[in-house]
């Protein structure tokens, strides 16, 4: 036994060192229509180019057998054959990842889960014939299964499951324990986190220790009718309530950064800084559990829920990626949008990286007007976006990169 609980100890000590030294950039590397394109086999060619642009983590969509063709309607989840291709394929594409040292980042979907049989109520609410074989007992009063009440909030149309049952939790970490230690994934992200208790998702991550978690926690922000409130304190307190309650163990999405950072590049970058003068996101008040984004495969692609606006997608890249924070870069932008896109953003990582900018970074806010925002970084950094005319003072400093609407400049 002396072997394994090394294993765990080395696996312990780096996920700590890895939310501590907080230089993680992350990469959704998919969208909504990723399945249609042999996608394993397409990922597997960019590790290379993932690699040397900097990513340490690339978020892979999820790869168990599922009743929609994106992956979110599980059902059998010891099932790696997907639309996205074989488990063959998918093998090959981690062991890619892990010789360039690119982790992958597992698309946990634990909240609900499509039954093959009809149970209780006429409802399939059984998992009869596939592993992890639950009956009723494993789907909540409310999606009509015999469990209890849902620890959080429903997903519709399918049965939600219940993780208030100890044998559903101990399934779920013998799963996870599966992708962790034999499949290859090394870090998670949560799905619907809203779904159920941040509490479970506490008891799964100290049980399968991946190296790094985020959680996806999304409501919406403060709106009055279709105006975005300044003030969005509330918002980011119920991620930061969330992030609390898995011990500190997981990020979660920075949707307070999306959703104000989205508005305000259009003209109202006073957005930016807060009554107290901070960043005005989770990012301004727990930086290194922040994971800030500009668009994702439900936000962004062919979904296109709430979009960034296409015209400012370079000043969201730099303001994310030069702020504190751990920024994620989504697929579309970095690989599907051209040369130019995917060069000035890898530009950008490359200045966070020289530049030893991290997700703890301090930040003074120099300006939040209508068209310009300007901010410090540490101390080697300093950036503006915004149509308005701003350089810092003194000679130490020289312009580092610039593009339409954005400069930044090193010491």
Known sequence: MGYMSNECDQQQTDSVAVIS??????????????????????????????????????????????????????????????????????????????????????DIVINHRVGTTKGNGGKYNRYDGIPISWDERAVTSCTGGLGNKSTGDNFHGVPNIDHTQHFVRKDIIDWLRWLRNTIGFQDFRFDFARGYSAKYVKEYIEN??????????????????????????????????????????????DFTTKGILQEAVKGEL???????????????????????????????STQAHWPFPSNHIMEGYAYILTHPGIPSVFYDHFYDWGNSFHDQIVKLMDIRRSQGVTSRSPIQILEAQPNL????????????????????????????????????WQK
């Not at 959680?215 to 609390?244: F, T, V």
């Open 373 to 408: 925002y300007a901010a410090v970084i540490g101390d080697k950094i300093s950036m503006k976006i915004g149509e308005g005319s701003w350089c810092p003072s003194g000679k130490e400093w020289t312009l580092a990169t610039s593009g339409h609407r954005y400069a930044v």
């Open 270 to 300: 006073w957005r930016l800084r807060d009554p107290q003068g901070k960043p005005p996101g989770v990012m301004g008040w727990w930086p290194s559990r922040a994971v800030t984004f500009l668009d994702n495969h439900d936000t962004g």
């Open 21 to 106: 030294n907080g230089k993680e950039i992350l990469l959704q590397a998919f969208n909504w229509e990723s399945h249609k394109h042999d996608w394993w086999r397409n990922l597997e060619k960019k590790v290379p180019d993932m690699a040397k642009s900097g990513f340490t983590s690339a978020w892979l969509p999820p790869a168990s057998h599922s009743f929609a063709p994106e992956g979110y309607l599980p059902q059998n989840l010891y099932s790696l054959n997907s639309s996205y291709g074989s488990e063959r394929l998918l093998k090959a594409l981690l062991h890619k990842m892990k010789q360039y040292k690119v982790r992958a980042m597992a």
């Open 208 to 253: 399968t220790k991946p190296i790094f978690c985020v959680g996806e926690y999304w409501d919406s922000c403060n709106y009055k009718g279709h105006y975005l409130e300044y003030n969005q304190d509330s918002h980011r307190q119920r991620i930061i309530n969330w992030i609390d309650s898995t011990g500190q163990l997981a990020a979660a999405f």
